[in-house]
């Protein structure tokens, strides 16, 4: 029997948490759902952000899921209560997972600018351990820039600069990349930071979580990372996400377009 497994994004953010899952486990089957005509999140409304959650709710309502992995840390920030309360399965989040494991006395955290001024993060790491100093970055240009089919190294070099160095100065010593797109960018932002510099990928903690919760069957054997038990799931422009599932997964699948708007 596989986990039916819901995961959702604006885009291709949710593919890290999607690898982050399919490397450890294959007795899932996954609902991808990347909102693609209303990306980026980042930049919209609180409520605008809730009632998108509420749209994908009802998606996954009639899809008889065992969890849903939350890929969208802007949703997670502003509409978690929404994604539980209409779900009622197990939702796991990324941002109370990470909260967990930071444990250095100065954290920073690259967030879009929905989840820095929902101060989420702040108030989940301060719940833990309110001696933790935390300062967040929004960054409104990073999502749209790593959507584009081909990275322009020049222009996210010069968003990088700029939403690094308030962090770096003030001495960060864990450096959390608080939005799912941001890991797809992981070596290139590695290198624009100290060597002694932690950088956390949320999905980690948050896969963890998960496995904890269903734990991988005893027969589970290594294989390599198979995405053929992934359905996806795009609310525009269907060629454009499979030349995405191209070059960021090397795959070729079906994609389905769906409304969301026509469910609730
Ligand atoms: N990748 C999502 C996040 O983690 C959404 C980013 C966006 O669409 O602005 O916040």
């Given at each position: ?56 709710c ?45 444990n ?46 081909e ?26 990349l ?16 100290d ?24 027969t ?45």
């Open positions: 029997m596989k986990l039916k497994i819901g995961i959702f994004d604006s885009g291709i953010g949710g593919f890290t948490i999607l690898k982050s899952l399919l490397e450890t486990r294959h007795d899932v089957e996954v609902y991808y759902l990347a909102d693609t005509q209303r990306s980026p999140y980042g930049n919209k409304k609180f409520q605008e952000i809730r009632s998108i959650a509420e749209e994908i009802c998606f996954f309502g009639d899809k008889n899921l065992d969890a849903l992995l939350i890929a969208c840390n802007t949703t997670n920030a502003c509409a978690l209560d929404i994604l539980k309360n209409n779900l009622r399965i197990p939702c796991f989040d990324l941002i109370n997972s990470v909260s967990e494991i930071v250095k006395p100065i954290i920073g955290v690259l967030a879009t600018r929905a989840t820095v001024s929902s101060s989420y993060y702040k108030n989940a790491i301060s719940s833990k351990n309110k001696n933790i100093k935390i300062f967040q970055q929004e960054c409104p240009e990073f999502v749209s820039e790593i959507e584009k089919q990275l322009d190294f020049n222009k996210l070099n010069s968003l990088s600069d700029l939403y690094l160095s308030p962090l770096l100065k003030n001495n960060i010593q864990e450096l959390i608080g939005c799912s797109h941001y890991p797809l960018i992981y070596n290139f932002l590695r290198n624009k930071v060597s002694n510099i932690k950088i956390i990928d949320p999905s980690e903690s948050s896969i963890n979580k998960f496995n904890k919760h269903f734990p991988i069957p005893r589970y054997r290594y294989e390599s990372i198979s995405y053929r038990n992934v359905k996806f799931f795009v609310t525009s422009e269907k060629e454009n996400f499979l030349k995405k599932l191209n070059s960021w997964l090397g795959i070729n699948k079906e994609i389905r377009l769906v409304n969301l708007r026509s469910n609730v």
